[in-house]
């Protein structure tokens, strides 16, 4: 079987009261002083999510093999990958060693809270999208209540660099519903063809209703985009410099560090659903180091394709292999086979 990655139900029911409690620190942040929002951010209407019915007659599988340096593999064959559909070899119906123009939503958690202790990493993104080709296509969105897409797909870098300077932190308070947002950008990629990734820069605070999660896993599995995800939470964790904390400042900076370690489960969740990746940078460098990698990976994939052995209409776990067993490969797990005739 594929590996799925599950928050187990006890952690779950764990990471609402914390993020309740989480919402209220954001509130509190929300309330020190912000720049206005000028009229342009203002008036971001909400995403517009178009209905979407797929029909899969193929399975697509765009997969990144990297050595045990982290550096990219290229000059494989088909012959050196097996497909697996539940556990069971599939002929590779077409193989593909690509590098070719990618598609890159950069979607960017947008509360005070980022802008006062983690803008400066978002505004180091500015260097991701300086580094991507320039045939790659990169749209523009942020999050807090509902997702805002700024910018729609442009081959523009410069523009989309001036996007990303004026995003707004200052709108969404303490409402960071991740998981719905997520939910919605991926209906909004859905039509399009070719490779799509999401870029998330995020804390993983994700104050959605609980009822929303199951959906959006079932979503993530079901999807051909790829999610990596940049924790933005490393300067949040960092402890003030004080000889000594009253009982409740020690109560307090215990809650933090249990509720950021649920938000790095919920990362990594929605990031592994997909075959992503999750980064949890702490510094600067780490910040450059990360975004250089996501811009090799967002390009460089092999595609590989396979004919759906059965009509059920049930999740179907996906495998892939490569002949050495030290290399790290990495792909979507799951795809919806079609209903049946």
Do not use: C
Not at 115 to 138: E, K
Not at 292 to 314: C, K, M, N, T, W
Request: hydrophobic share 40%; no cysteine; glycine share 6%.
């Amino acid at each position: 079987m594929g590996r799925f990655f599950f928050i187990p139900v006890f952690l779950i029911a764990r990471g609402i009261l914390l993020t309740k409690r989480l919402r209220s620190f954001f509130l509190g942040i929300a309330l020190l002083p912000i720049p206005a929002a000028t009229a342009q951010e203002q008036q971001n209407p909400p995403l517009s999510v178009p209905t979407v019915r797929v029909d899969v007659s193929r399975v697509d599988v765009g997969v990144t093999v990297t050595d045990s340096h982290g550096r990219l593999l290229g000059g494989l064959r088909r012959r050196d990958f097996h497909v697996f559909d539940n556990g069971v070899e599939q002929p590779i119906s077409d193989f593909l060693s690509i590098d070719e123009p990618a598609q890159i939503v950069l979607l960017v958690e947008s509360g005070p809270a980022v802008l006062l202790l983690g803008a400066n990493h978002i505004r180091a993104a500015d260097s991701l999208l300086a580094s991507f080709a320039p045939d790659d296509r990169v749209a523009i969105a942020s999050y807090s209540r509902t997702p805002s897409v700024l910018l729609d797909f442009t081959l523009d870098k410069a523009v989309a660099r001036e996007e990303l300077a004026r995003v707004n932190f200052g709108l969404g308070f303490g409402d960071l519903n991740l998981s719905s947002s997520v939910s919605a950008i991926l209906d909004w990629l859905a039509p399009l063809p070719q490779k799509k990734t999401i870029v998330l820069l995020s804390t993983g605070v994700d104050t959605s209703r609980p009822e929303d999660w199951p959906a959006t896993q079932q979503k993530l599995l079901a999807s051909d985009i790829r999610i990596l995800s940049v924790s933005l939470a490393g300067d949040f964790r960092k402890p003030q410099k004080r000889k000594k904390l009253s009982s409740q400042e020690r109560e307090d900076r215990s809650f933090v560090k249990e509720g950021f370690a649920y938000a790095d489960l919920q990362l990594k969740a929605v990031s592994e659903a997909t075959g992503g990746r999750v980064y949890f940078p702490r510094n600067a460098k780490e910040f450059s180091r990360v975004y250089a990698e996501i811009a090799q990976l967002v390009r460089h994939e092999y595609s590989l394709a396979f004919v759906p052995p059965s009509r059920d209409g049930q999740l179907h776990s996906i495998t892939v292999k490569v002949k050495h067993s030290w290399y790290r490969v990495d792909h979507r797990h799951t795809y919806r086979a079609p209903p049946p005739e």
